[in-house]
DNA sequence: TTGTACGCGTTATCAC
DNA sequence: GTGATAACGCGTACAA
């Protein structure tokens, strides 16, 4: 049960000051070679460590970097996690993370604390659904005021100015659909979002606009809006028992597999009746009978990214306002469900 | 870019000494009335916070605690960081999130970080697959014999005495067999790990045990040892192709869903030829077609017993050495992939 | 070459 | 009823 040992007790130990212990140790050289050899010795045999907690009331900054995303039970967001604590621990920065459970007030009372506790230097997050319903961001304004950086990922709002890493939701989308229509997919089905969730407003669109430029319509009835999880089943049987269509691009994974699912259970063929493809390069595709084609949307990458953003800022003392967005290309992985022809 | 106001800014401005606006905002009754509120009043109009860093130095405690698991990537790891997360925030903790990466290194860096600089309070751990290979417990020794409380979950060792939550590895593997032998399987593999791993070894032998006891033989052929996920389809391939066996039993998601993956390409039909179940309650067998029979590990339960424990021991000031091992019952849910008869 | 003194923000004790 | 002081552990400017 030894208590840990602090300048302190060295000086002691060795009857020199405090002062003299501290210099050896960072090898100042006002320091005489053989007290500071002593007082390494010493430090090495008794394992000492600076308090991290001195240090950081010392500098104002405590080398904790919060993560606050909305959910952890997606492949996504866990992805993300791995991405920003690999560059964070390798840059000596650790990492809290808080997950808002999509929750509004769960996100500030979170940013809140951490902020004003001066618990971390800066955050990371990507908003709650319930955060965009609302519109309101008057919490992250508030931490940039004060002088906390801030980096956005995914699900972000152009409403707040700050560093933003993002996917080309759009670009990934248009990919998708393209790819299907180049296998001869005609009338190609999209189960989404509420729009209000900002990437799915933007593969929407991205959906749309590739349609468009291939000549074929849009058709509303082959767009499915699911509000919740929880009726995402209901939702896509009746899109299965009401329409025929010869291809399903999925906003997630969840979205896709069971629309696979549902497909299966109605008779149908994948890829050859019907092919898929959804977003997120996650374990549920992969490992989905047929294995599903994915928009990777490189969750890892995005995560080391916005940790070195974040890291980059905290540390350039010069306040330079100059924010940048940093877009991650998604590729297309292809698998079996659009394996045609 | 307002900075952090401090006790020593209210008092400056409202011509007071720094104690009386401290005893002020704790509700002290040796402050005056009227003091008080005036300070209380400028404290909330100007969204006073108590430093936290300050009052760490002073206490000599974080409120911080760490969790270190091997793996992020695992529905099973993820669910366990949402449970450990909900209870440390409900009691005021933070969590610190440390990845091994299934890496010793790795974990013997952290842990030795985040104990010397005194950067948590205490830890949850589950152990890396090196980590149990090499089967030296020398970090995690060290951090106890500092006075940090330790809690393990899941991936345990009897070498370490300390505070643990597992779940009944060798009760679900049996309840798990016996349920297949009861629906008529008589032929039954299984797919697991190496016996270092410790829930891979208790798994084994609850299947084992399930066997004897409905006098079915083991045989050695229908047991795959796979040592790393990459060689996983192989081996499980092997299995199919040179053995007949009416049902499967893996030690993880994984598994199961490439044991029914290659079942299915073999033109076996599921539940009808064989039967399926696999460890761990993720979304991985629940969105699988068919949906797969699943040891449900309940991940949150652990993570929310974890920290309560933890918790518990950093604010009991008694230094009882009871440590305590709390059990998780698993349960097995029912899916398709055993609906026979 | 070494030691003293101060400050980081807070709380608790004690003096007035 | 209010204020001064010490302490937590460290780093650093300055004094010796």
Redesign the pocket.
């Known amino acids: 049960m030894k ?2 040992i ?4 060295i ?1 002691k130990e060795l ?6 212990v ?5 090898n ?9 050899q002593k007082v390494q010795a010493f430090a090495k045999l008794y394992n ?4 991290n ?3 950081s ?2 500098n ?1 900054r405590t080398k904790h970097i919060a993560l606050i995303i909305p959910e952890i039970t997606h492949d996504f967001f866990t992805t993300v996690l791995k991405g920003v604590e690999e560059v964070a621990h390798q840059r000596g920065y650790n990492v809290l993370v808080c997950v808002s459970n999509e929750s509004f007030e769960k996100e500030v009372l979170s940013m809140e604390m951490f902020a004003q506790g ?1 618990i971390v230097d800066g955050f990371i997050i990507s908003l709650s659904k319930e955060t965009q319903l609302k519109d309101d961001y008057k919490h992250l304004v508030e931490v940039e005021n004060q002088g906390m950086p801030l980096v956005m990922i995914d699900r972000v709002t152009d409403k707040v100015i700050s560093d933003k890493v993002i996917v080309d939701d759009m670009r990934g989308a248009y990919t998708a659909v393209s790819h299907l229509v180049e296998k001869g997919c005609r009338r190609i089905a999209l189960i989404t979002t509420q729009d209000h969730i900002s990437v799915g407003y933007l593969r929407k669109e991205g959906y749309k606009k590739a349609l468009a430029d291939h000549d074929l319509a849009v058709a509303d009835a082959l767009i499915v809006t699911v509000d919740h999880v929880d009726e995402a089943e209901d939702k896509i049987r009746q899109l299965v028992t009401n329409e025929t269509f010869d291809a399903v691009l999925g906003v997630n994974e969840i979205f896709a597999v069971i629309a696979m699912k549902l497909l299966q259970e109605a008779g149908k063929r994948i890829p050859d009746e019907v092919a898929i493809i959804g977003f997120s390069d996650g374990k549920l595709l992969k490992y989905a009978t047929p294995s599903i084609t994915a928009v990777d949307q490189h969750g890892v990458e995005i995560g080391k990214a916005a940790a070195g953003m974040l890291i980059e800022r905290l540390e350039s003392d010069v306040t330079e306002e100059n924010f940048r967005t940093t877009v991650i290309t998604t590729s297309l992985v292809e698998r079996d469900s659009t394996n045609l022809n």
Chains 1, 2 share one sequence.
Not at 28 to 36: A, F, L, M, Q, S
């Open positions: 208590r840990k602090t300048l302190k007790d000086a009857d020199v000051s405090i002062s003299t501290s210099k050896s140790l960072k100042n050289p006002e320091i005489g070679e053989d007290t500071r000492y460590k600076p308090n907690i001195a240090v009331l010392l104002q001066g």
